[in-house]
């Protein structure tokens, strides 16, 4: 069986949450063949991975969003200029434009058969009758040219997603909907397989999240990138075999977004929780309380937020030390922005470690935490349970039920804040680092609660089941028998 991942911004690039699921993911089906489809910005990121792929990973094949027809080379029948669009062409990327019901088998032959330019197409005729119908429909009252040009900066990356000559499987698994979601949706037309859609965080919120928080894009602008969004989801969601997710209330979500109720599955994240059992512990002289952030130093992540949180906390408990453990290259100018504020606050005590094992750290932290303004169902909470340690984490994606258990008798494993809230989070951290007893019972609850019901053991036998009611669907032979090349 042959298995096309479908993953945007994530493996093999960037370490932690998503990426290492995938790459745990992998590694758990040795029996299988994996390829992957990475969805990165631009060819600056072209093969810098930062994971050593497993043996059954056979293919890493790149698209680049913001890319441009630069090779003269691959001028070929497929990126020749197209004078117009046939009647039917135009008339389902109107509809695909307004935001109507889209055959979307038309708008994929249309790029890989109608021998379409992107740069062409953008800055044609075509193009330009179909803005102005849009926006003499729904947005008569703006700039013409400012919603031109926008619409143009909308859909060059999804154009170029149309593009792809996306390479054959048995089973697209897309780790998302977004531009992963289209390009599977695509596949399946094209190839006849299988789709599974797999959500962590939902991409469709997390991304309006972030437009609402934007500073590059304002007003009803705003508006129409998230209609963007949420038309790519839609697809996805129609074109999915099976969906999963993390949680209930993830689950909830993605129905009041479209997708319909049988084809979500609630497929927990799991982890090797038997890996922490030998993990170096605290120096028992060690005076400072540890505090561990695992994260990648981003927005999402609100690392600003934790840092001012902690600088108030650590006046009330001097003995508090931050280890912020994760990448800072992802966003260089925000973990600057970081730096300079732990500077400005005149802290002492909080270390940027970089990328780290987090075992070699994990053990030697008192308590962990996570500010984030989004989540999906946090593996480093995971993490800081396998290891016994409770956290404190701002109520976002399944947060709540991995504090506080759902009605499993273990109790609280750390303690749940609201988003942004630095008094909280202060308070917070203040609480357990005052509390070594609570701690220890908070510890222990989450350590129950994660060998109870998110260890990969389970996980790996909820998508064997998966993977192996596609492959019986595509008629494709399932052995247990280790993957082999052949040569």
């Known amino acids: 069986m042959k298995v096309c991942l479908v993953a945007e911004g994530c493996y093999p690039y960037v370490v932690g949450g998503v990426s290492g699921w995938i790459n745990s993911l992998i590694k758990s089906f040795p029996n299988i063949e994996f390829i992957l489809l990475a969805i990165v910005a631009n060819r600056s990121q072209r093969g810098k991975f930062v994971y050593e792929l497993p043996k059954n990973l056979t293919q890493v094949y790149e698209l680049y969003l913001d890319d441009c027809e630069w090779d003269e080379g691959r001028k070929t029948r497929k990126s020749r200029r197209k004078a117009r669009l046939s009647r039917k062409e135009y008339e389902e990327v109107l509809n695909m434009v307004l935001n109507r019901k889209t055959d979307w088998g038309v708008v994929f032959d249309l790029f890989h058969h109608g021998g379409i330019s992107v740069d062409s197409f953008l800055m044609g005729p075509d193009f330009f009758e179909i803005a102005r119908e849009c926006y003499n429909r729904q947005y008569p009252n703006i700039i013409f040219s400012d919603f031109l040009w926008t619409l143009r900066s909308i859909y060059l990356p999804l154009f170029w997603a149309l593009k792809m000559d996306v390479p054959k499987a048995d089973?697209?698994?897309?780790?998302?909907?977004?531009?992963?979601?289209?390009?599977?949706?695509?596949?399946?037309?094209?190839?006849?397989?299988?789709?599974?859609?797999?959500?962590?965080?939902?991409?469709?919120?997390?991304?309006?999240?972030?437009?609402?928080?934007?500073?590059?894009?304002?007003?009803?602008?705003?508006?129409?990138?998230?209609?963007?969004?949420?038309?790519?989801?839609?697809?996805?969601?129609?074109?999915a075999d099976a969906v999963t997710c993390l949680f209930e209330r993830a689950r909830t979500l993605q129905m009041e977004l479209g997708c319909p109720e049988e084809k979500i599955q609630v497929t927990p994240n799991g982890i090797d929780v038997d890996g922490f059992a030998d993990i170096p512990g605290k120096n028992p002289e060690e005076q400072m309380i540890n505090i561990g952030a695992v994260l990648r130093v981003s927005p999402i992540k609100d690392v600003k937020t934790m840092i001012q949180a902690f600088a108030f906390a650590k006046k009330s408990v001097p003995k508090l030390k931050l280890w912020i453990m994760g990448p800072t290259d992802e966003d260089e100018k925000y973990a600057q922005e970081c730096f300079d504020l732990v500077d400005s606050l005149g802290v002492s005590d909080i270390e940027f470690t970089g990328r780290v094992n987090v075992k070699e750290y994990l053990g030697r932290m008192d308590f962990t935490i996570l500010t984030s303004i989004s989540e999906g169902q946090p593996l480093t909470i995971l993490e800081s349970y396998a290891a016994h340690k409770p956290t404190i984490a701002t109520d976002v994606g399944n947060c709540r039920e991995l504090i506080y258990g759902n009605d499993d008798g273990f109790g609280a494993a750390g303690i749940l804040t609201h988003i942004m809230n630095l008094e909280e989070i202060a308070q917070a951290m203040i609480d357990l680092a005052i509390d070594p007893e609570g701690r220890e019972q908070m510890g222990e609850a989450g350590y129950k609660r994660v060998t109870s019901f998110y260890r990969i053991e389970q996980m790996k036998e909820t998508y064997k089941e998966i993977y192996r009611r596609f492959a019986e669907e595509q008629q494709v032979e399932w052995t247990e028998e280790p993957f082999q090349l052949k040569r």
């Not at 089973?171 to 977004?178: D, K, Q, R, S």
């Not at 972030?210 to 969004?229: D, H, P, R, T």
């Open 171 to 239: 089973l697209y698994h897309c780790v998302a909907t977004g531009y992963a979601g289209v390009l599977g949706s695509m596949a399946k037309h094209f190839h006849g397989s299988s789709l599974l859609i797999s959500e962590h965080g939902i991409y469709t919120r997390e991304r309006e999240e972030e437009l609402i928080k934007a500073q590059w894009v304002k007003g009803v602008y705003k508006n129409i990138w998230i209609e963007q969004f949420k038309k790519m989801s839609l697809l996805a969601y129609d074109k």
